[in-house]
């Protein structure tokens, strides 16, 4: 099955800089690659998603990036801000599986 | 509120004994999916139904687990003769059908914690 593994496991950065968070896949046939964010005791929100037959997808101040031939995608976020502290999943599936299989989670903290 | 809802939001039980969780999904949604979270670690796969018909289960899944949705619209997972090992978040999550859509969204979870 897939493995998706994610690095950092946390990350700390100061309001107003950017975060990066990277992921890395073990299947080939993997085309679809959303990213979640997770707040203390809420549930995951999807924040944005990337396809494989798109290198770059951005929503305001967050971006993805896909990389299929080195199997990894990462996620970008600029101007960071404090509510953007929270654990960050990125996931892996295919089409016609539909399932996803998850990352450990990075934890960011924006200080401000 | 008209996303994902789940109940209960927590549940003790003790060791031994039946639960039940109810997942309600997104009105229309014909994929409905459930996953498992533990402390510090991403959720992972159970189950998930296409309508009525229950099209993958996970090996996580044993056979003391049971998910069923009856009507293709909410669903219910069931655990018997609960273990510690099963304390967990359990998550729901549903998406749309129609080509090209693969977003799933989530539900708050149901806490399990066996005593």
């Known amino acids: 099955g897939e493995n998706v593994e994610q690095h950092p496991s946390t990350l700390s950065v100061q309001e107003g800089d950017s975060a990066v968070i990277k992921c890395t896949y073990s299947?080939?046939?993997?085309?679809?690659f959303p990213w979640y964010k997770q707040e203390l005791g809420k549930r995951p929100q999807l924040i944005i998603d990337?396809?494989?037959?798109?290198g770059e997808k951005k929503d305001q101040r967050i971006a993805v990036t896909l990389n299929k031939t080195a199997k990894h995608f990462s996620l970008h976020i600029t101007e960071t801000q404090p509510e953007d502290s929270a654990v960050y999943f990125c996931?892996?599936?295919?089409?016609?599986?539909?399932?996803?299989?998850f990352g450990a989670g990075t934890t960011v903290t924006v200080r401000a | 509120d008209t996303g994902v809802s789940q109940n209960p939001r927590h549940k003790i039980t003790k060791r031994g004994q039946n639960v039940t969780f109810r997942c309600d999904p997104i009105?229309?949604?014909?994929?409905l999916y459930w996953y498992r979270q533990t402390l510090g670690q991403g959720p992972e796969f159970l189950t998930y139904?296409?309508?009525?018909?229950?099209?993958?289960k996970s090996r996580l899944l044993s056979d003391r687990f049971s998910a069923e949705r009856p009507k293709g619209s909410f669903s219910t997972l069931e655990i018997q003769r609960t273990e510690q090992g099963d304390s967990a978040m359990y998550l729901c999550?549903?998406?749309?059908?129609?080509?090209?859509?693969?977003?799933?969204?989530f539900g708050p979870g149901t806490r399990l914690t066996v005593t």
């Open positions: 999550a549903s998406s749309p059908t129609g080509r090209g859509s693969y977003e799933q969204y």
């Open positions: 299947d080939s046939a993997s085309n679809y």
């Open positions: 990337i396809r494989s037959n798109v």
């Open positions: 996931a892996a599936s295919f089409y016609n599986d539909y399932k996803l299989s």
């Open positions: 009105s229309e949604h014909n994929r």
């Open positions: 139904f296409q309508n009525e018909a229950q099209l993958e």
